[in-house]
């Protein structure tokens, strides 16, 4: 090989290194850049409930109808239930949970629902008053709960639930589920 081939390969060869450096410092630079816009934007996360309106979260304040709405998913998880529906009322009790009480609360779920399949019955949960304390973040559903066996109604009984949530992040999530007593 002549002097001539071997300087035109070594600058064939620098010409491609130097264009490898600026593609290389093109991508860091472009990675640097969305890393910067990214932390300067605010993020947060919504729980979306089955019954959407506008108007339900606002930079992460939940206003009452967002609350209604996710006390009306839990509830219906958790008190219309069916054999073929019970792993759905499962996802949205688990979606709606907070992190610390979700095991318990799918604990809970999983009692009822292994009941349900083992009488084979079905409930309904008609809600007829819902009541607010927010400063508790506590929500209260009275209604009546059908039990039914095949299509026929074998039980109606007047049932209040209480629902207690907690503050997570910059949405609420649900803590607790319990059946209160209804005041006569």
Do not use: C
């Amino acid at each position: 090989m002549n002097f001539d081939t071997l300087k035109r390969k070594m600058y064939a060869a620098q010409r491609a290194r130097n264009a490898l450096m600026v593609l290389l410092a093109v991508s860091i630079t472009g990675n640097a850049f969305q890393s910067w816009r990214m932390s300067q934007e605010s993020t947060q996360v919504v729980l979306i409930p089955t019954r959407v309106s506008d108007g339900m979260v606002a930079r992460g304040a939940a206003d009452i109808r967002y609350i209604e709405a996710i006390t009306l998913d839990a509830v219906y998880a958790m008190y219309t239930v069916s054999p073929e529906t019970v792993r759905y009322g499962r996802t949205v009790i688990e979606r709606i949970s907070a992190a610390q009480d979700r095991a318990r609360l799918l604990e809970s779920y999983d009692d009822i629902a292994d009941d349900i399949r083992l009488r084979r019955i079905s409930t309904v949960f008609r809600p007829e008053k819902i009541e607010h304390n927010l400063a508790r973040l506590q929500v209260s559903v009275t209604g009546n709960l059908a039990t039914y066996l095949d299509t026929s109604e074998v039980n109606n009984s007047p049932r209040k639930i209480l629902l207690t949530y907690v503050e997570e992040g910059s949405s609420i999530r649900l803590s607790r589920v319990e059946l209160v007593e209804i005041d006569e």
